[in-house]
């Protein structure tokens, strides 16, 4: 036997048949009537020990293999072929000379994908070299583009991944003075839209905000982040201490058009320490929950539209007294909006009971109990939404 030459780029598209068959007669027979075909290269191998390092290197779409050869039987190397990850998958078409259904029964147990009684006839073996060749560079085709695709997914998870752990480390950390600040931020999927923050404007005020973009993945989490940078660098044309400013500043600043079709909802409070007062504007997002001990909890409602979608000269501020030891609890609409496992969908008052079950607890444990509901409904610790929430206890 020669050896075999390595394909070429230009026939990486074509047909490549090896026979392994130790009759150097049938294998001119085969080489004849396979000659002229274009786009094909043939090679033979008659030692059938050799068959598998031959198949290494030629790369056969096809193989042709006898049955009834020395030294090796031939449904034990289609065994081997079948074993080995460089022959694994290439069609094999058993020759033989009898045609036994026996035989035929055993071929395609072992691992053959077509039986032929030698010598068939030219158009036959053609037919059958073509289907088969063309089904295997399908294969290929199909595996091929499946790498591809887990390359793409295994790099975009860890761009997804890179821009969570950036997400979170702007994330502000829990404060215990001059008020209690809990959170809890879980993205439905890898990365969210969600973001938020609190921290002092100056000695005396403190803003607290929560904001929710369209979407999930890279691109909102950008828009999410951008804002976030925005508000505390204070890159806006606005007053900081007015709500409403805020709010319509981010109005005309992020049109959606500008910035891919995404908005996004927020709320944004100023906490006046001196006047023990909380001023609030928001767009189109769920409604802050004040809660005064003693008192029913009261709903701080947004009451301007998705920030980004409109032209909108009507923000509001909003204020309320808050009474020493009170709780504000800000969200993203994914704490409430929960699609339960019977396949009906949790309302905003059943969201509210469990919020009023849970407010006597630490902010922290507030927190994880609610998520526990949610997950609980949900059926499911994967919820639909990014689950985002923040507790301030404000003091005594």
């Known amino acids: 036997m020669s050896h075999p030459t390595p394909v070429s780029n230009e026939l990486s598209n074509g047909i490549r048949v090896l026979l392994v068959d130790d009759q150097e007669i049938i294998g001119k027979a085969v080489e004849l009537m396979l000659k002229g075909e274009a786009g094909l290269e043939f090679f033979h191998v008659t030692n059938p020990v050799e068959a598998i390092p031959a198949a290494i290197k030629f790369k056969p779409t096809i193989i042709l293999q006898d049955l009834v050869m020395p030294e090796v039987d031939g449904l034990t190397l289609v065994k081997f072929f079948r074993a080995h990850p460089a022959t694994r998958e290439v069609p094999i078409v058993v020759l033989s000379s009898k045609e036994e259904p026996i035989t035929k029964a055993k071929a395609f147990e072992v691992g053959a994908n077509d039986y032929l009684v030698k010598l068939p006839d030219r158009l036959e073996l053609l037919a059958r070299v073509r289907y088969h060749s063309s089904g295997y560079r399908h294969l290929l085709e199909r595996n091929e583009a499946y790498k591809q695709i887990e390359a793409s997914r295994k790099t975009m998870a860890h761009q997804i991944q890179s821009a969570l752990k950036y997400v979170q480390s702007l994330l502000p950390q829990p404060m215990d003075t001059p008020v209690r600040a809990r959170w809890n931020y879980l993205p439905c999927t890898s990365l969210g839209g969600d973001t938020f923050n609190y921290y002092m404007l100056d000695e005396d005020n403190m803003a607290i905000f929560l904001l929710d973009v369209t979407g999930h993945g890279l691109d909102s989490a950008f828009l999410s982040v951008s804002v976030m940078n925005v508000l505390r660098s204070r890159a806006l044309d606005a007053d900081f201490l007015d709500p409403a400013s805020v709010t319509d500043g981010l109005n005309k ?32 997002h769920p409604p802050a929950l004040l809660m005064c001990p003693g008192k029913e909890i009261e709903l701080l409602e947004s009451d301007g539209p998705i920030i980004g979608i409109m032209p909108w000269e009507d923000f509001v501020t909003s204020r309320r007294k808050v009474t020493p030891g009170s709780r504000l609890f800000v969200y993203s609409d994914g704490c409430h909006e929960i699609h339960l496992a019977d396949g009906r969908e949790w309302t905003f008052a059943e969201f509210l009971d469990v919020v009023k079950q849970n407010r006597d607890l630490e902010s922290g444990e507030s927190l994880t109990r609610l998520l526990a509901t949610c997950r609980s ?16 206890d404000f003091p005594r």
Do not use: H, Q, R
Request: charged content about 20%; proline content about 2%.
């Open 253 to 284: 600043a992020f049109p959606m058009e500008n910035y891919g079709g995404k908005s996004f909802t927020i709320w944004y409070g100023v906490y006046s320490f001196s006047k023990k007062e909380i001023a609030w504007s928001g767009g189109g």
């Open 377 to 392: 409904l949900a059926g499911t610790d994967v919820l639909d939404d990014d689950f985002t929430a923040t507790i301030l």
